[in-house]
T-cell receptor, first 112, second 116 residues
Framework: GENVEQHPSTLSVQEGDSAVIKCTYS??????FPWYKQELGKRPQLIIDIRSNVGEKKDQRIAVTLNKTAKHFSLHITETQPEDSAVYFCAAYYNQGGKLIFGQGTELSVKP | KAGVTQTPRYLIKTRGQQVTLSCSPISGHRSVSWYQQTPGQGLQFLFE???????NKGNFPGRFSGRQFSNSRSEMNVSTLELGDSALYLCASSSEGAPIIVNEQFFGPGTRLTVL
């Protein structure tokens, strides 16, 4: 069925460290994988996305990798800052249903 | 361009009542999706509208319905409210394409619904 598993559910790092969040999807036909950041009381905002014809994408301190064979994709944040603290959601686009299925979210806390 | 807007921002209802929420997409966007966000279930897809037609639907009961108007504005309706319907309801708009090309979804601020 349609499912996206996201781990860990909470992540605490020291400022300057790296953070990695991992997701697994179930539909091999999925071709679009966005990552959203949601700060407390605010709307989710796209931070980076990747399509299935690309294995890795980077935007400054943020990178996403995709392993289609294993149906895994991961978010990497380097040199974390306190303002990176938020809930991060991964998602996979299911072509059959034409919808985005979200992971359960990871609450990232960056301690100064 | 103005972002996605939703009204009202907060709503308190009692069990058994019905509610209508509104979403205005970014100008030019024809696809509007609705999601329910709760602490326990995360973000769950409700349905998606494109050019006034419901293209996709999630696994929610028939009490949840929606529609889209010719100007792409969308409404969702929940009838016979239950306590478990308390949630943040988010809509998102995108420019085009699905299912051939899926583009970034831009979220609105949400409507916080509380059912007493």
């Amino acid at each position: 069925g349609e499912n996206v598993e996201q781990h860990p559910s909470t992540l605490s790092v020291q400022e300057g460290d790296s953070a990695v969040i991992k997701c697994t999807y179930s539909d091999s036909a999925s071709n679009y994988f966005p990552w959203y950041k949601q700060e407390l009381g605010k709307r989710p905002q796209l931070i980076i996305d990747i399509r299935s014809n690309v294995g890795e994408k980077k935007d400054q301190r943020i990178a996403v990798t995709l392993n289609k064979t294993a149906k895994h994709f991961s978010l990497h944040i380097t040199e974390t800052q306190p303002e990176d603290s938020a809930v991060y959601f991964c998602a996979a686009y299911y072509n059959q249903g034409g919808k985005l299925i979200f992971g359960q979210g990871t609450e990232l806390s960056v301690k100064p | 361009k103005a972002g996605v807007t939703q009204t009202p921002r907060y709503l308190i209802k009692t069990r058994g009542q019905q509610v209508t929420l509104s979403c205005s997409p970014i100008s030019g966007h024809r696809s509007v999706s609705w999601y329910q966000q709760t602490p326990g279930q995360g973000l769950q897809f409700l349905f998606e509208y494109f050019s006034e037609t419901q293209r996709n639907k999630g696994n929610f009961p028939g009490r949840f319905s929606g529609r889209q108007f010719s100007n792409s504005r969308s409404e969702m309706n929940v009838s016979t409210l239950e306590l478990g319907d308390s949630a943040l309801y988010l809509c998102a708009s995108s420019s085009e394409g699905a299912p051939i090309i899926v583009n970034e979804q831009f979220f609105g601020p949400g409507t916080r619904l509380t059912v007493l």
